[in-house]
């Protein structure tokens, strides 16, 4: 279900169940968690320096897998909140905290638990035929996995509660124009885009970009203002100063030739 591999100092996680758009149960979620463990510990040696997550078939993933779960004759589904608090939401914070950069190609159904994979990636490519939405209306059920806050951040309350009411699904175009991810791409060339890309982000100064993903997460979630956020830049910029990288950086500039990051 869940494969791991790493070739270039990229980790490559993909969702391999196409046969059910890679929905994920509870062993697929601790499938996915212990992927993103090994590649993290492979960061930890210097031989991951960048991830790729995607999946295989028409869809990158359509939520929670359901089929087997009790419900339908009216009674609660017991295990919601285990899954979603006790194994959704460290998965989340893990894949958030992965410390390198990490990419997302989506094509396809990108719902429920899908779009909290994606939310929890630095830099989402999606295919321009890809569906992007909240269809818990017509299960009776909520959105879920940080969609409420990624919604209402980038498209604002009335476009969120549009969106959920209607269950209507946006195409990966228009979610990219709304701003919620990165770049939109055709579905033939999505893979390859972003596989390019993570391989860049690979040969490039790894501490550089960690200190800049921090940042990035602490005005997310702290809401830090101007001067507060440029206290950090400055500490951060600081803490470079002594890196092989940075030295390489300013070697490199001086002598007109291309830096050779090693990610220290």
């Known amino acids: 279900m869940i494969d791991l591999s790493i070739a270039d100092s990229v980790a490559e996680v993909v969702l391999d169940a196409p046969q059910k758009l890679n ?17 993290a510990a492979a960061a930890a040696a210097g031989s991951v320096r960048a991830l790729l997550l995607r999946g295989t078939g028409r869809a990158f993933c359509a939520g929670r897998d359901i ?18 608090e006790d194994l959704l939401a460290p998965l989340l914070r893990s894949m958030s ?14 719902l429920g638990v899908g ?13 321009e035929n890809a569906k992007i939405g909240s269809p818990f209306a017509n299960l009776g059920a909520t959105l879920d996995s940080g969609g409420h806050w990624l919604f209402t951040e980038r498209l604002g309350p009335h476009r969120t509660l549009d969106l959920i009411y209607t269950a209507e699904l946006m195409s990966g175009a228009e979610a990219v124009r709304s701003g919620l991810f990165s770049r939109a791409l055709p579905a033939e060339t999505l893979l390859e885009t972003t596989r390019a890309a ?5 040969t490039g100064p790894t501490r550089a970009f960690n200190a800049s993903k921090g940042l990035v997460a602490a005005i997310r979630d702290r809401r830090l203002g101007l001067w507060d956020a ?35």
Do not use: H, M, W
Not at 23 to 39: F, K, N, Q, S, V
Not at 236 to 242: K, M
């Open 198 to 202: 993570a391989v860049k982000a690979a």
């Open 230 to 264: 440029v206290v950090r830049e400055n500490q951060a910029q600081a803490d470079l100063s002594g890196t092989a990288d940075y030295a390489e950086g300013f070697a490199a500039f001086k002598a007109k030739r291309k830096p050779d990051f090693t990610g220290r």
């Open 67 to 84: 089929a087997g779960i009790e419900g339908a004759n009216g009674s609660a589904d017991p295990g919601a909140r285990a899954y979603l």
């Open 23 to 39: 929905a994920l149960d509870e062993r697929a979620l601790g499938e996915l968690a212990a992927a993103y463990d090994d590649a």
């Open 115 to 127: 779009l909290g994979l994606l939310i929890a990636t630095d830099v989402v490519y999606v295919a």
């Open 97 to 110: 905290g992965f410390p390198a950069p990490t990419f997302a190609a989506a094509q396809g159904a990108c």
